[in-house]
């Protein structure tokens, strides 16, 4: 199948098996399980990491990255997406970002499927959404769908301690590893260094997922509420990680009485 030419929508000006593919390659791969990872060894995994000014910053180096992406792709391609098209590319995100913020949190409940199962189910729909792109047009986009529609619910449903979390990351990590072993290069590579290199980073991947097994493992974050590790446990410690995150005043020692 011709990836970006199969599926063509002329009045898009997408293809369909091509955009799926690519937006949560980016949204799954290069963002979220990246996130899921980095707080799942962290402390303050469910406690603000950036006050007013982190965020000031952080916002200007996203729009200069903006900036710099559209300009090096107008190089290469001389590409320039309609003005519809921008305006609804930005609506869009505009939409998901504030349903983001209105997604209700949820309470653990005793009821739900063990991390190993949301391991199993997030690792079995990465080999499908994989795989799908070797099919035809039809059947790649009904394997991608099928993919989202299995990893979305099984979060809903299970996705309650940091372990679950973990378990799902884990799940997303494992599938770029494997998954590269069947991928050739974009540039360079040769006999020796593709195939050094894909067995490296999957090793790579096997061990920081160890690592932070281990860790959770240690951690009571599994025996309902919030971690002893968390911004609670920070504030509970005495700890001056979390004044970085609610400034002097959450740091400031209270009086015993």
């Known amino acids: 199948m011709s990836i970006c030419c199969s599926g063509f929508i ?3 000006g997408i293809a ?37 000014p982190g965020l000031i910053v952080t916002s200007v180096l996203f729009l200069l990255g903006a900036a710099a992406t559209t300009l090096s792709s107008w190089a290469n391609g001389r ?17 998901l970002v504030v349903a983001a913020f209105l997604v209700p949190s949820v ?16 690792l079995a729909a990465g080999a499908l959404f994989m ?12 394997a991608m769908l099928v993919a989202f529609a299995a990893v979305l ?10 372990a679950h979390v973990l378990a799902a990351a884990s799940g997303g ?40 097994w281990r860790r959770r493992a240690w951690s009571d974050e599994d025996h309902g509420g919030r971690s002893s590790g968390g911004a609670a446990g920070d504030a509970g410690r005495g700890g001056g990680g979390d004044a970085l995150v609610r400034g002097p005043a959450a740091s400031a020692p209270r009086a015993e009485g």
Not at 20 to 42: C, D, K, N, Q, R
Not at 107 to 116: E, I, N
């Open 10 to 12: 002329p009045a898009l």
């Open 16 to 52: 369909v098996p091509w955009t799926l593919f690519v937006l949560a390659l980016h949204t799954v791969w290069s963002i979220s399980v990246p996130i899921a990872l980095v707080e799942s060894g962290s402390r303050r995994a469910s406690a603000p990491w950036l006050r007013t």
């Open 79 to 95: 590409f320039w997406a309609s003005w519809p098209q921008l305006i609804t590319v930005l609506v869009i995100a505009v939409l």
């Open 107 to 122: 309470k653990p409940r005793a009821s739900v499927a063990s991390p190993l199962v949301l391991f199993v189910v997030t």
């Open 131 to 142: 795989g799908g792109m070797r099919l035809g047009t039809v059947p790649a986009v009904i």
């Open 153 to 162: 619910g099984a979060l809903i449903a299970w996705a309650r301690t940091p």
């Open 173 to 212: 990590a494992l599938t770029y590893a494997w998954h590269s072993f069947f991928l050739h290069p974009l540039m360079g590579g040769g006999p020796v260094i593709t195939p050094v290199s894909r067995v490296v980073f999957a090793l790579a991947a096997v061990f920081l997922l160890t690592v932070l």
